[in-house]
């Protein structure tokens, strides 16, 4: 996990409450977007505190999902050997109880989600709009 977010397009990500900090992270854009009332919900990955480091540092809320709660479907890079094991895909927002929100709502199936709106399903859903890596394999097979 970096400490800091930064990028050659936009620079460094500051911290909303104060730029001289930093944001935390390599989620810390999406987490001080969210602090900032840019955003009202975010999704990252974590394996070594990129939701949860970012989210402290921004005053918002992020969860490393327990194994299995959200699939790796679709993650870029593909999880691979011991990053699998220990990979989360997990939500980020402003309040807590919207943590509970994002894991549980309502979404699309897999046979509605289209390129531009990819879907991540939980065993409590059916999909969250993520578009899968295991859809996309079927459509290019299929092909």
Known sequence: ???????????????????????GGSSGGEGALISAAGSV???GSDIGGSIRMPAYFN?????KPSPGVVPLDGHLPEPIGYRERM???????RYA???KTMLQSPSATASACS???????TPRTSKLCFRSLAA????????
Do not use: H
């Open 1 to 23: 996990m970096w400490w800091e977010s930064v990028n050659s397009v936009y620079g460094r990500s500051r911290n909303p409450y104060d730029t001289r900090r930093i944001t």
């Open 97 to 99: 109880k919207d943590l």
């Open 115 to 121: 390129e531009s709106a990819p879907c991540v399903a």
């Open 136 to 143: 996309r394999r079927q459509r290019l097979s299929s092909n």
């Open 59 to 63: 005053g918002v809320f992020g969860l």
């Open 87 to 93: 990979l989360r895909i997990g939500p980020m927002c």
């Open 41 to 43: 919900i975010g999704i």
